[in-house]
């Protein structure tokens, strides 16, 4: 009996979005069958800046006890790891990056090799550092030896959603509103996250 | 009975860098029963420019007759395909370029989805763009909705030929001779190249 | 008496979108009082392939004898330089890259330090590398020795044409129609250049 | 009378190496009268995290009353900012990232526009990901709307010290010893700052 392929999925969010794409990730994949385990990147802002902001505040009350901290143990469990991150001038933003810096013991005894990776991002405006985002996060994917399955034009849904090949991206108003329609391009990519999963986690033995 | 995975061995190569790296690669994946393509990109420079520069005409000489030029259907036919490329001016040279540019119909046929691709460079100078012409040519391959399998640090070796993550780089003097130690670290990185193309292939039925 | 600054404008269009962008950019420079050469980067396709395309034979016979094809004299010629290029798989197009491939000799000379640097680009999705490509052309400045001066949001015009700070980006249908006005962010992205180019020019005696 | 340029210098570093390229850059940029601020960014690491690596705690409290913590006025004061930062995972560590994401407020007022800025950088292999953290850096200073000045080949020193085109960038070993000798590329990079600073601030009044 196969073993059903574990997906952690990691998201950083101040006021919903990045929550939102992981949320719809999460649902696509326990549809396929895969383990899921939706977690969130640790907040680094002092409680002073978030309760400045009353939606970041709201969104931060309403996770904090109900959404898990990623923690490094969650890279070495998953076989498969599909990332949703705000773009912060066209990076992720710190507490993304406090996370991948962490895992820096796991690096150093190779256990981060061959887990396949994906992305999804949000910014505030159309060309806001979508792209540059997704590709940062990449690059420290490689230094960790990840088989990267970005999702590329491998379906239609692409197209509808903007047509970001590196990764789903969605920019937000002001008010948070998403501008674009991109459920199902994420659908996609965490369901082609996980194919690409099985096939290495199968044929990884 | 399972067949065979097949590799696209793609390189560009002026004075002869990059087609070592190349030969060392199919030697490797040869020895690991891939099928192996070894194809050179076309030359776009004039006859003059190229008679202009011993290195470059001997290298040309020798290998015009040898090596067949790479077509598009080539990429349609491989499983994995590693590129050999070096850098000019941080990016690859327009020969390559121009061979991926040519990909436009394959790719509108969604034929280039799910190649397993891997990529190594030559420069210089130490820091000469190696780390950005490799990120370009992968850039380019999400595009095309290829899994990059950089090597990242999946083996010790590739910490001895430098470190890059990306791909295999190496330094060239004047001269053309390699500054560094990294006939391991290709050949590791074929064999990585073809052990996840096969893991993909066999999945992906 | 000071010189007018000199501002070269390379661009590179197969059906026209960027040969579009590149006279707003010369008119509003024009206004400005510099010194213009409007170039267009040398076509590399075989007429077989643009006469396939109504459009780009269109615009191939359009623009063949008007606009003088770029030398890379022009590059020493100029005091800053603003590149149009449309995106090919997120990366310059072999045309653009050959361009500045040839540009070799002037680099070993140190001839292309300190020009001021801007781009702007295309492409056929919202995401579909707009960000990428300019990067990419900015990565070979860089060798280049020059000074960029991407746009940033140094004017809220910026915002209005799709916020993307790294240069004025466009997406367009396949019928080759702009879905953003980005005129008004493209003349401020020439003026902003020739602002920077004349404190530079002005500067470095 | 004019005004001398005000270079701010900031860095990260854990064990010491980027605070040694910080002083030699700050060094150099007094020689040629600017009013220069050193300043390193905030820690995010735990007292634990640094108390078990000896290096990283000698070097920690060997600074942390002598070097004042970057604010995010000090982006505001300079006219132009050198940066220098380790590599982690092909990208800024969290600590500088962190820092560049609270100076949202003074990027919402357009305050950081026309900063000249330029950066170095420092990891453990040769091809550790030197590039790609020097390249998001200067992504995330293009949203910034600044100019950059990398030092490209702007000057023989630059081959010497490895040939990094967007910044002198050095190999460390484990136990902290720089592999290349970059004193002279620092030093020299940091005379560039001023210059194209002076040039900006000059012109842009």
Do not use: C
């Not at 990147?41 to 959404?67: C, F, G, R, S």
């Not at 420290?140 to 034009?153: D, K, L, S």
């Amino acid at each position: 009996i196969r073993e059903r392929v574990k997906l952690a999925i990691v998201y950083y969010s101040s006021t919903g979005t990045n929550y939102k794409l992981a949320k719809w990730a999460e649902e696509a994949a326990e549809e396929k069958g895969a383990e899921v385990k939706l977690v969130r990147a640790p907040e680094l802002a002092p409680m002073e800046a978030i309760e400045q902001n009353p939606a970041w505040k709201a969104h931060y009350e309403a996770t904090k006890d109900e959404v898990p901290e990623a923690q490094v143990a969650d890279l070495e469990w998953a076989d498969a790891i599909l990332f949703s991150t705000p773009t912060r001038f066209g990076n992720v933003p710190a507490q993304m990056k406090q996370y991948f810096d962490m895992a820096g013991g796991l690096w150093a005894e190779g256990k981060l090799v061959n887990k396949v990776v994906s992305a999804m991002s949000s910014a505030q405006n159309s060309h806001g550092g979508q792209e540059q985002t997704l590709k940062s996060l990449y690059t420290t994917m490689m230094h960790w030896g990840a088989i990267i399955a970005a999702p590329g034009y491998s379906d239609a849904v692409t197209f509808a959603a903007g047509g970001n090949p590196y990764g789903t991206s969605v920019t937000v108003d002001g008010e948070g509103n998403m501008q674009e329609d991109v459920e199902e391009a994420v659908r996609h990519q965490a369901r082609r996250t996980i194919a690409v999963g099985t096939w290495v986690k199968n044929g990884n033995k």
